[in-house]
């Protein structure tokens, strides 16, 4: 079962980055994803029934250190402990909010790869149910293409908590949380994917998906990989050069 957006462990909360040009990011992202008669996000880029999932911010100097890329945020059970683990495998931290106390409240760390990420502690449902609607608008799949893939899986399992799976694409695994629901997937780098960076690429659902692609091109973006076939799934580049993925919905 493939489910990122779950509350807990490995669980994948939310996503954001700080970009220039902001209001023209905006106006872009507006456009891409609220495409169709039934739009699965708002203009403000909170899904459907209001709910913050992805973020746009400005680029302060405050935000100077992040990369521009797509940062997912996922769920750890202790955020210092995790930080502690990115460092002595060879990652980054970039930002480290702490409280009065020094108890570590979230983090945004680089992995060995260059793939920035956000960590926060695991939050627990409140709903009781196991499931969501992606049509609502979500993140409905994070994936990772790089070279070493066998390293950069082991890190995720210390980090995050993940497990990894073998997939049926060739030298592909799925990341499961603790509850064996695939969260993520870390795919090899080859021939067919080297036009992709090692960043973490989110796929967002759209209502119209053909429509989507038109406003990529139209508002300065660029179509870097389109797969077709029963699965829609489009890697393009936005007007900053920051990369993302576009699904059609279910």
Same mark, same amino acid.
């Given at each position: /079962? %493939? ?64 990369? +521009? ?17 990115? +460092? !002595? ?5 970039? /930002? =480290? ?6 108890? *570590? ?21 409140? *709903?009781?149910?196991?499931? =969501? ?6 993140? *409905? ?33 799925? /990341?499961? %949380? ?23 690429? +989110? ?7 053909? !429509?989507? +692609?038109?406003?990529? %091109? ?8 389109? /797969?077709?076939?029963?699965?829609? =799934? ?17």
């Amino acid at each position: /079962m %493939r489910n990122p957006f779950l509350h807990g462990v490995g669980g994948v909360l939310s996503a954001d980055i700080a970009v220039p040009e902001h209001e023209r990011e905006l106006r872009f992202y507006s456009k891409v994803l609220t495409t169709g008669s039934t739009p699965l996000w708002q203009d403000d880029l909170t899904n459907n029934q209001g709910t913050p999932v992805i973020g746009l911010g400005e680029r302060s100097p405050e935000y100077e250190a992040l990369p +521009l890329q797509w940062m997912p945020h996922f769920q750890v059970s202790n955020v210092a402990e995790s930080v502690d683990l990115t +460092l !002595e495998l060879g990652g980054q931290e970039l /930002m =480290h909010a702490k409280g009065d106390g020094g108890q *570590s409240q979230w983090a945004v760390l680089l992995d060995p790869a260059g793939a920035a990420f956000g960590i926060i502690p695991a939050v627990e449902d409140q *709903s009781g149910s196991a499931h =969501h609607d992606e049509r609502i608008g979500c993140i *409905s799949w994070p994936s990772l293409v790089v070279s070493d893939v066998a390293s950069i899986c082991e890190f995720y399992e210390k980090v995050i908590g993940w497990s990894a799976a073998p997939t049926n694409t060739e030298s592909g695994f799925e /990341m499961l %949380r603790p509850d064996g629901v695939a969260a993520a997937e870390i795919c090899a780098k080859n021939k067919d994917n080297e036009s992709i960076p090692s960043v973490w690429i +989110l796929s967002l659902p759209v209502d119209d998906f053909d !429509e989507s +692609l038109r406003q990529v %091109r139209e508002g300065g973006g660029e179509i870097i990989k389109e /797969m077709t076939g029963a699965d829609k =799934h489009t890697v393009i580049k936005d007007p900053v050069g920051v990369y993302i993925a576009l699904q059609a919905a279910i």
